[in-house]
């Protein structure tokens, strides 16, 4: 009995309820929104590909002038080394008494 009263209640209370119409321009509000975020995905795409692309090209340029100055090291020890053996063609003999 109290189920069926209760049942009742919902189903007077739903009588009341009118439904609800929405304003004349809700479309066109949702058509700009959508058009904002697709702007403004799509800038947030282009702007990923192209910091993309500055990683890649900073990240070489750093490669690159690792080698030069590896590069450069390596000739001047060459030199200094091909100086050694100079030296050792031509030995100075220090006779200290």
Do not use: H
């Not at 109290?2 to 009588?15: R, V």
């Not at 321009?25 to 910091?51: C, G, H, P, V």
């Amino acid at each position: 009995m109290e189920n069926k009263s209760n049942f009742e209640q919902i189903i007077n209370s739903c009588k009341n309820i009118n439904k609800v119409e929405p304003g004349p321009f809700l479309f066109e509000k949702i058509k700009e929104q959508i058009k904002a975020r697709n702007l403004t995905q799509q800038y947030l795409n282009d702007s990923k590909s192209s910091l993309i692309w500055l990683w890649a090209f900073g990240i070489t340029l750093i490669i690159t002038i690792n080698v030069f100055i590896i590069s450069k090291t390596e000739r001047n020890s060459l030199n200094n080394i091909s100086n050694d053996s100079n030296n050792l063609k031509y030995p100075q003999f220090n006779y200290n008494y």
